[in-house]
Nanobody, 121 residues
């Protein structure tokens, strides 16, 4: 079993900041690519940012320069620092991790339960 637990969502005014965190726990042999996705009402889920185990990052064009993804491998955590938030950033944000399970010896993508981010006056 692998679990991902997110925290840090909430309501913020335009121009404000939030920091999302995600902790991965369970039967983990290897923790590889991690990422943050988001899904707004009526829209498809999209990749916001990703980071490899070696620290290489990738961002959605609309968030590049405003969001920063980071990870602490020893703590099995990934963070998303979000600055200068805009109303269009409003969505449920999901953490994802590619894990080689120590119980099944199979690699799979695992997801958190999601955390709501609302940007509004």
């Amino acid at each position: 079993q692998v679990q991902l637990v997110e925290s840090g969502g909430g309501l913020v005014q335009p121009g404000g900041s939030l920091r999302l965190s995600c902790v991965v726990s369970g039967s983990i042999l290897s923790l590889d690519d991690m990422g943050w996705y988001r899904q707004a009402p009526g829209k498809h889920r999209e990749l916001v940012a990703s980071i490899t185990s070696g620290g290489l990052t990738n961002y959605l064009d609309s968030v590049r320069g405003r969001f920063t993804i980071s990870r602490v491998n020893a703590e099995k955590t990934v963070h998303l620092e979000m600055n200068n938030l805009k109303p269009e950033d409003t969505a449920v944000y999901y953490c994802s991790a590619n894990v080689l399970s120590s119980s099944t010896f199979r690699r799979a993508d695992y997801w958190g339960q999601g955390t709501q981010v609302t940007v509004s006056l």
